[in-house]
């Protein structure tokens, strides 16, 4: 009797537990765990509703209605997948959208041109310092990158070749430095030099297969920890070793709960902690660290070389009989042909991409030069252990540590 007591209630519980069923291609689990399909997504959207009733009776929009209403939109946008509906980061659609529609409103007139181009530097600016305040992961600035490089080339494909000046030799080697550009992009993704946390794992030390998972979801770094960091640290706030306390107390993190090696530094937007740590490089939406900054120095330079290659080439054809500089502020009649207007608008583009892009390298080179990162330039104009020279290109962190040891000694 009580075996089939016991085996009874079994049955009924296995058979009242609900099958769970595939999704279809429109189909998702949604943010509250509930089945919901691509075709309602306009539906029950209560703070939509209320925002927009705000908006068109000139009232204020509180700030946690305007974040419910944008992680609703986050969570319904999605598109059609096997196995279920996948989600789509919003950061990435803009500049799919505004970017040609700006392109080809600068095409009209030159004026235009001069507003757009001037207004387009000036809101990825306030996006960037935007997104850099409240240290949130962007893929906006990437999007932007990829994008760019696929309308300058596709605008270069119709509007500059089909004119007869750029052969088939030309036009290889600039796709094959497109090619490049895109796999040293690859390549500086990848892991910049991830620390991993001893959370989860036997000993530090002893070999333990735990690993902290970074921004994304990605593995990071596999590689040991310092040989300096205090077991009794490890688990815990870290103890005061007889030697350099202070020391201790400024490398232990205590968001990843480890002892930082030398040069390391924590990311506050990957939220992990990067050996050798130089920067967040929005434009790859990752750190640049000890493992990557060679591919992303590499993706620098192949980008300058097309981009100059590129913009002399069309220069070359839409402007004939004159100077590459002298064409890029002297081209008369290129506005009364719409192809020749776009093509020398996004000349003007890519130049001013390309200025930034150069202005990345060449801080890049000095600091190299210096044997500094970037983290370490700014804390040490944080904390005034360094000066600017150059009008600011170069920041000497040596002479002015060396004039105090000096006057430390008189």
Not at 48 to 76: A, F, H, N, Y
Not at 168 to 173: E, F, H, I, S, V
Not at 280 to 303: D, K, T
Request: hydrophobic share 40%; charged share 20%.
């Amino acid at each position: 009797m009580t075996q089939k007591g016991g085996v009874k209630p079994g049955k009924k519980n296995k058979a009242e537990e609900p099958e769970l069923e595939p999704l279809c291609c429109c189909e998702y689990i949604d943010r509250n765990g509930e089945k919901n399909h691509v075709a309602a997504c306009l539906c029950d959207c209560q703070d939509l509703d209320d925002g927009c009733d705000r908006w068109i009776t000139c009232k204020s929009v509180q700030p946690e209605t305007c974040e419910r209403i944008m992680d609703t939109v986050s969570d319904r946008l999605r598109i059609p997948w096997l196995r279920g509906a996948k989600k789509v980061n919003i950061s990435i659609l803009p500049p799919l959208i505004l970017l040609p529609v700006f392109l080809r409103v600068a095409s009209w007139h030159f004026l235009l041109g001069v507003v757009v181009l001037t207004s387009l530097p000036v809101l990825a600016l306030w996006y960037y310092y935007l997104t850099h305040r409240r240290k949130e992961q962007t893929l906006f600035f990437l999007s932007l990158g990829l994008f760019s490089l696929g309308y300058m080339y596709y605008v270069f494909l119709q509007e500059v070749v089909p004119r007869g000046r750029v052969g088939p030799t030309r036009l290889a080697l600039l796709t094959c430095g497109l090619f490049l550009i895109l796999l040293a992009l690859c390549r500086a993704k990848k892991n910049p030099g991830y620390l991993r946390s001893p959370a989860g794992s036997e000993r530090p030390g002893s070999g333990g297969p735990a690993e902290r998972p970074g921004p994304g979801g990605q593995d990071k770094a596999r590689g040991p920890l310092s040989s300096r960091a205090p077991r009794e640290e490890l688990r815990g706030p870290p103890g005061v070793p007889a030697g350099s306390p202070a020391k201790v107390k400024e490398d232990w993190c205590a968001k990843c709960q480890l002892v930082r090696p030398a040069r390391a530094w924590h990311c506050r937007i990957c939220g992990i902690c990067v050996r050798r740590m130089d920067h967040h490089c929005v434009w790859i939406n990752s750190c640049v660290g000890e493992s990557n900054h060679q591919a992303f120095i590499l993706a620098l330079s192949v980008f300058l070389l097309t981009s100059v290659y590129g913009i002399t080439l069309t220069l070359d054809t839409i402007c004939r009989d004159r100077s590459v500089f002298t064409a890029l502020f002297y081209c008369p009649g290129v506005y009364a042909d719409y192809s020749s207007a776009l093509a020398f608008t996004c000349v003007w583009y890519s130049v001013i991409v390309t200025a930034g892009m150069a202005y990345i390298f060449l801080i890049q080179l000095i600091n190299i030069s210096y044997n500094v990162t970037e983290r370490e330039v700014q804390q040490a104009l944080r904390q005034k252990t360094g000066r600017r020279l150059l009008c600011g290109l170069i920041v000497d962190t040596v002479l002015l540590g060396k004039l105090k040891d000096r006057e430390k000694c008189l």
